[in-house]
């Protein structure tokens, strides 16, 4: 918990993460006081709270993508009170191997296909629709089967892994949608195979 006396110095309006690496620990009692001060606030300050949860989600929505996709310099930014600066040097090999890889991601930043299927908002919100309207159409019980379980998960991990979470401007921001990308291609499936069934059936009855 923080303090009152450091939020100056702690708090940045333009961080998601304002004040993360403050180590005073706290207790429950301490914790519900907090809730009950942001859930106060809220009710006083309601627009700011809607503002805010809107410009924080609003970049899952994005089809805008920033460039460069990647950064094969990543690695380079590490701590080195952790790590050795020499841990962040490629051999040769693998030093003209991530400028090529760079290269070809920079490449896909101005196709403009490719950049509906590397941008937020295809991974958070458009394929998500595609399943949850497809689930939610009236279909027979028998059709539908347990196939609206898998949306369960879906919803869980846009929810509570991209909604509560932040939008990073830098590479490691997509780490949230992985659930999301690892498991949409099945999804997918299922629900073209859903559709191709009906398709089936429409056309049996007609020859009937």
């Known amino acids: 918990m923080i303090d009152i006396k450091t939020v100056d110095e702690k708090y940045d309006p333009i961080n998601a993460d304002p004040i993360k690496g403050y180590e005073d620990k706290t207790n429950v009692k301490e914790f519900k006081n907090y809730l009950l001060s942001w859930y106060q606030e809220g009710l006083r300050h309601p627009k700011t709270y809607f503002a805010a949860f809107n410009a924080m989600v609003s970049g899952w929505f994005s089809f805008t993508e920033y460039i460069p996709l990647t950064n094969m310099e990543w690695h380079s930014q590490l701590n080195t009170k952790l790590m050795p ?3 962040a040097i490629r051999p040769k090999f693998f030093n003209s191997s991530s400028k090529i890889v760079q290269e070809v991601f920079d490449n896909l930043y101005y196709n403009s296909i490719f950049q509906i299927f590397l941008s937020y ?4 919100a458009l394929m998500p629709g595609f399943i949850v309207a497809t689930i939610c159409r009236k279909w027979d019980v028998r059709k539908l089967k347990y196939y609206w379980i898998m949306v369960i998960p879906l919803i869980l991990s846009i929810v509570l892994g991209c909604w509560l979470s932040p ?3 830098a590479l490691e921001g997509k780490r949230y949608l992985y659930p999301v990308i690892y498991t949409i291609p099945f999804m997918i499936g299922i629900c073209f195979s ?7 059936e429409n056309n049996n009855s007609k020859k009937r």
């Open 167 to 169: 939008v990073s401007i």
């Open 85 to 87: 600066e020499s841990s």
């Open 194 to 200: 859903m559709y191709q069934d009906q398709i089936m």
């Open 121 to 124: 908002a295809f991974y958070a």
